[in-house]
């Protein structure tokens, strides 16, 4: 077996070490005061459900020239750490030019517990010189700096396929960088018409969930619906917009068939994919097999993987091939389908301990 691994870490382990972050675009989340536009009240009227889903850390995107100060920012800043929620701001600044002093701080001040930076290299470290005034704020970044988080689409840019997907986990893992950030919104899903086209995106979920590091979701991932453009967020119903908001709109943009992927309709079915993924998220954050900063690679069939969580039990499996394969040994917790005659079935992943 092969094995490698992130850098190593002593001592307690800080809150965003395996966390699971969830990227909202405030504008296409939900409407609280129905102009039609998402806004920070109606992301705090839907805390129960990301509470639900299982997220970690809530990151607010689409804020530019947004008031730190704002009373609504504030009341979902405390309504959130009521609910043991953090809140990260997405934000473009570029530290190798400017002073990103004056940018930041005023969240900070506010409250805010760190940023997503949009893609940006800080050979100076910047931003760490200013998050240094703020203990236990964080930032998840890209490219060359002294990131808590390093944020990664090497999963998305993959494809569905056990040897290039293999690949761009042991790249991250072996570079010894920051704690990965592992991120697949940008997978080609651009629209999806049925639930059998879901099968690649509920499999890589399993991965992804099973990497040691944190995990990066956009707002609709879980309901399986496509992470290349700006959706409003389908809560419930059975007309467009879905619950997203009460204005009388030309909402043509959504489509109809949305109806089967609304947060109501996947809650009561068990194989959905937001059910697959709470069981996931939940399994990742209770069940003791989840620990380990290494993996090591099993030999597996032709278009196909296995790795194991080092110093633990968890072993994942997945399978890119046309035809059923034998799993590894052990009790299986949760796969992405049913398992057949206790094969893996093509396009599908599984868990094991």
Not at 119 to 135: E, T
Not at 182 to 207: F, G, K, N
Not at 221 to 234: A, D, F, N, Q, V
Request: glycine share 12%; net charge negative; charged share 20%.
């Amino acid at each position: 077996m092969q094995q490698v691994g992130t850098q190593d870490y002593l001592g307690e382990r800080p809150w965003w070490f395996d966390a699971v972050c969830y990227q909202i675009d405030v504008g296409a989340f939900a409407d609280a005061d129905g102009d039609g536009v998402g806004d920070l009240d109606g992301i705090r009227g839907r805390l129960g459900y990301l509470e639900l889903l299982g997220v970690d850390v809530i990151v607010l995107a689409g804020m530019a020239g947004s008031d730190p100060a704002s009373p609504a920012l504030a009341r979902l800043l405390g309504e959130a750490r009521g609910n043991g929620l953090r809140v990260l701001l997405a934000i473009d600044v570029d530290p190798s030019r400017t002073d990103p002093g004056p940018v930041l701080r005023p969240w900070l001040d506010n409250g805010i517990d760190g940023f997503h930076l949009a893609p940006r290299n800080d050979p100076a470290d910047a931003v760490g010189a200013v998050l240094a005034d703020y203990p236990g704020r964080i930032v998840i970044g890209s490219g060359t700096g002294n990131w808590q988080l390093l944020f990664g689409l090497g999963l998305a840019v993959a494809g569905f396929s056990a040897d290039a997907v293999r690949k761009a986990i042991t790249t991250v893992l072996e570079s010894r960088g920051p704690r990965p950030a592992w991120a697949m919104a940008s997978r080609d899903s651009t629209r999806i018409r049925d639930h059998a086209a879901l099968t690649p995106v509920r499999a890589m979920a399993l991965v992804q969930l099973a990497l040691p590091g944190a995990v990066c979701l956009r707002h609709g991932e879980e309901l399986g619906l496509p992470g290349t453009e700006r959706i409003r967020m389908p809560w419930e119903g059975l007309m467009r917009p879905f619950g997203f908001s009460a204005a009388r709109a030309d909402w043509s943009s959504i489509p109809h068939d949305w109806v089967h992927f609304t947060v109501e309709a996947q809650l009561e079915d068990e194989e959905s994919t937001l059910s697959l993924y709470r069981h996931a998220m939940e399994m990742r954050a209770t069940h003791p097999a989840f620990t380990g900063d290494d993996v090591e690679w099993f030999g597996a069939p032709e278009d196909c993987f296995a790795f194991r969580r080092v110093g633990s039990s968890l072993i994942c499996a997945l399978n890119t091939s046309a035809e059923p394969v034998p799993l590894p040994p052990g009790e299986v917790l949760l796969s992405s389908r049913p398992l057949v005659a206790g094969e893996l079935p093509p396009g599908s992943a599984a868990w094991l301990v």
